[in-house]
């Protein structure tokens, strides 16, 4: 049985909003920390700062109406309901293209791509650069449904994304996208090869580094090696979380919202390329929209058992074979797992395209979208 795609209007009760605001005004602030710089986690003047605006200037309201005019959709697929975005180019050729994000990013981290790949003649590029978008949620994140039991990782979503496209009528011929988890389902599919995938984009790489790379690196991959392991040893600990005890912070994930926005803000704090001051990176109201797309669905608690999923189908993966699916790979600066042009060639058949951005971190839709989207318009220039 084939599920309809389906219109899914987005429309908050306002006494969900009630409620939040009660909860925000009834916060119980924890004491400041006992270091002058972030290195406990996110400080209380921050956040302080972050719910005030969020109690006083932010506006639900106009982000719920930016998303219904993206043509919010529902179906379902293998029993899981997904919504997605689904926002069609004016340019009729134009090359479908399924973007996916990661962990704390939503599908609102794209915004300000959207309009440059759908209508690239009105924003510096040409007709021929055009896509049709397809923007989904995560199983467990954001309006998607919930997961009630294990088996929802990226294999999983992989496929259930190549369904997606071909049920959207885009079987013959498409693309897709991805940084963080939202790069690991990328690559499944480049794997995967379903039926009319051309090429794959990716601004973040999961590898290991080989015992001859390590011994072999250049400076600048020594760099790199250094960034991963400051992240290993300092940065991860959400990540550790989240791979094993993912249901130990999720009732405080749903419970609290100033609990949640903190869980969130420290990896936009950690990852992105603004001095752990990530409102100078990232527009605040932005950051607010990224935390309202994990609240208001109660999504905090399913999102983060996406690690426990992912990571027990990595542990369980032996070194595979290059991706065969033709590629292309954008890193920028401060994503702190990066890999060399030569690291990649060794990890994808067909490595067509590979650049370094000038600035720009692990959320590089929201850091620096105008590279972002030239870097997607290069590679599939060279699939069409």
């Known amino acids: 049985m084939t ?3 389906e219109p899914f209007p987005i429309h908050i009760p306002q006494a969900q909003l009630d409620d939040l605001a009660r909860r925000l005004a009834q916060t119980r602030w924890p004491d400041a920390e006992t270091v002058s710089d972030h290195s406990q986690g996110p400080q209380l003047g921050r956040l302080r700062a972050l719910v005030e ?3 006083q200037e932010y506006d639900w309201r106009a982000t719920e109406t930016q998303l219904n005019q993206w043509n919010s959709s529902r179906t379902e697929i293998d029993g899981l309901g997904i919504h997605f975005l689904h926002i069609r180019s004016p340019h009729p050729d ?3 293209l ?42 467990g994140f954001g309006f998607s449904d919930k997961p009630s039991s294990p088996g929802w990782g990226v294999g999983k979503t992989a496929n ?17 996208q991805g ?6 389902v990328t690559t499944a599919l480049g794997h995967l090869c379903p039926p009319g995938l051309i090429g794959i984009h990716l601004n973040m790489v999961m590898y290991r ?3 001859d790379e390590i011994a072999q690196a250049t400076a600048e991959e020594q760099r790199m090696l250094a960034d991963a392991q400051r992240y290993e040893q300092e940065l991860s600990g959400y990540m550790k979380v989240q791979s094993t005890r993912p249901q130990s912070v999720g009732f405080a994930l749903a419970d609290s919202p100033v ?14 390329d603004s001095g752990g001051e990530p409102e100078r990176a990232i527009d605040l109201n932005a950051l607010i929209d990224d935390i309202m797309l994990y609240w208001l669905p109660n999504a905090g608690p399913s999102s983060v058992r996406f690690y426990w999923e992912g990571m027990s189908e990595m542990r369980k993966q032996s070194p595979g074979s290059a991706v065969p699916t033709p590629a292309g790979i954008s890193m920028f600066p401060d994503e702190l797992l990066r890999l060399s042009r030569r690291w990649a060639q060794a990890r994808f058949a067909d490595l067509r395209f590979f650049a370094e951005a000038d600035r720009g971190g692990h959320f590089a839709a929201m850091e620096n979208p105008a590279v972002l989207t030239e870097h997607v318009r290069e590679t599939f220039r060279l699939l069409r």
């Open 3 to 5: 599920h309809p795609v």
């Open 53 to 55: 605006h969020w109690q």
């Open 94 to 96: 134009a090359l479908p």
């Open 98 to 139: 399924l973007m996916t994000h990661g962990w704390p990013g939503s599908i609102l981290e794209f915004r300000a791509m959207i309009a440059p790949l759908t209508n690239p003649t009105a924003h510096g590029g040409q007709a021929c650069d055009a896509f049709h978008l397809v923007i989904p949620a995560l199983p």
């Open 160 to 176: 259930a994304w190549a369904q997606l496209m071909a049920r959207l009528g885009y079987g013959e011929r498409w693309a897709a």
């Open 179 to 184: 940084g963080d988890w939202g790069a690991a």
């Open 209 to 211: 580094p080989t015992e």
């Open 259 to 272: 609990g949640l926005a903190a869980w969130i803000y420290a990896l936009f704090q950690d990852a992105s």
